[in-house]
């Protein structure tokens, strides 16, 4: 079997088998690659689109299925005059071929078997690896006590909602809350504003039960939060982060 | 510089497999200027198309420069004190 094992490094033609239109802004692909090797939730892949005169460009998208899945699954923002996120979100077809590498990365990750409660902090599209975590957390039995905290603009940002919903109910050990920044209808229950000291020392855990906290999403976000948590008690080598540069409207 | 455009190392993770054998993002890198001790991927990286340069979180210190042209990849590590790798055999 060792040879059939490939270096994550290497380029693969992947293929579209199913897109899956999320919200107005970001849309699901699912790939099917020749190889693949097991994932951990949390870890990304490389995708490379070449034009025809030779020019490549490359971007890094997180993997948003847990590695029980088949197949795998990124889930895209569409930023508007970017070069490759509007050609995934909204030209890209079921057939169409990939270029992609992977899985990359071990430090942003987390498996069933770690200790701790968790708090995975999501802004935007900064969900998506911790999607894979709270999707590995269902599907592996995980009794670990998992709080979400999830921060879009609109309801209608929220990406994954019905399944977040659905895990929330069906997972004992998992719990969701979402705030909006940018308005909220009528009857909303959840937070309405950005996050804050008191958001997250509300849904977070205390110190002292030593959580492993997960923050993801636009590199603002990400920092803003990151140092609440510092602020709180929380311990540096607990906190960990992806920063997903300017991009992933929180 | 920009400092939306700040990234972790987690993002150079596949830049750094494409040169060591091992995933590197969990390799523990020593600041020569402060000697704070960090995991690869929670360096910070700027953006760059010079080049990718990983950054102490404590101090700023460049700590692991990559350059990568044509045929090479140069790689300038003069800023840290030690780098610790220990090879995960499931990780990628
Ligand atoms: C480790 C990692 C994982 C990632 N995972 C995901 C993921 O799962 N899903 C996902 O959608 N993205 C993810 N990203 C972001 C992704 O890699 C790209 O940066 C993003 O898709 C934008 O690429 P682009 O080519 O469309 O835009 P670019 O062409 O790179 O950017 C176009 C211009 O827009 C600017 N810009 C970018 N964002 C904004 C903004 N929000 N508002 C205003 N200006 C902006 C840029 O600075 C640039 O000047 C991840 C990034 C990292 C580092
Ligand atoms: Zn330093």
Redesign the interface.
Known sequence: MANRLVS??VWQRATVIETVRETPQARSLMLALPHW?R??AG??V?VRLTVEDGYQAQR?YSIASPPEAPYLMLTVERIAEGEVSPYLVDVVQEGDQLEV?????????WQASQSGPLLLVAGGSGIVPLMAMARHHALAGSTTPAHLLYSARQVDNIIYHAELEQLATEDQAFAVFYTLTRGAPPGWAGFQRRIDLDMLEDVGWPPAQHPLIYICG???LV?AVATMALHLGHAQGRI???????TGGS | MD?????????A??LL??IFCW?M??AAVTCGNCGATN????LIIY?SPMGTVLRCPACEQPLVRVVRTSNDYWLDISGARCIQVTP?TA??
């Open positions: 994550p490094i090797q994932h951990r870890q990304h490389e890094s590498r992977g899985p990359i990365g071990g430090y942003f990750t636009p590199t603002p920092e960990k982060t992806e920063r997903f540069g300017p | 400092a939306s455009r700040r990234l972790d190392g987690n993002a993770a596949g497999r494409e995933e993002t969990s995991a690869v991927g929670a953006a995960d990780a990628t």
